[in-house]
């Protein structure tokens, strides 16, 4: 069974940065594609980026040129960079470690999610 946890959301001023991080258990992670969800209050959970096993990136228009997702294989680490957050960039944050075939799918197994709050 994978395990996920996600870390590093807070309170951040508009225009402000942070960098997500999520670990993932077991020994097929270099062989998965791993995904960063988004669920803001009141909406449903939208898919942000996601990275293939080869390393190739895709992102929602909605954060495209502000975000950046990144892995490191040896630790079995996904991260996300977010530069210049907006307030409808607020939500919870989950990783989640799927499959590509053409687009991103998502397995049943979810972190706990981390909380990012943009506000002044």
């Known amino acids: 069974q994978v395990q996920l946890v996600e870390n590093g959301g807070g309170l951040v001023q508009p225009g402000g940065s942070l960098r997500l991080s999520c670990v993932a258990s077991?020994?097929?992670?270099?062989?998965?594609?791993m995904g960063w969800y988004r669920q803001a209050p009141g909406k449903q959970r939208e898919l942000v980026a996601f990275?293939?096993?080869?390393?190739?990136?895709n992102y929602a228009d909605s954060v495209k040129g502000r975000f950046t997702i990144s892995r490191d294989n040896a630790k079995n680490t996904v991260y996300l960079q977010m530069n210049s957050l907006k307030p409808e960039d607020t939500a919870v944050y989950y990783c989640?470690?799927?499959?590509?075939?053409?687009?991103?799918?998502?397995?049943?197994?979810w972190g706990q999610g981390t909380q990012v709050t943009v506000s002044s």
């Open positions: 077991g020994s097929v992670f270099s062989r998965s594609a």
């Open positions: 990275i293939r096993s080869v390393g190739i990136p």
């Open positions: 989640n470690m799927g499959r590509y075939e053409s687009t991103f799918y998502p397995s049943p197994y």
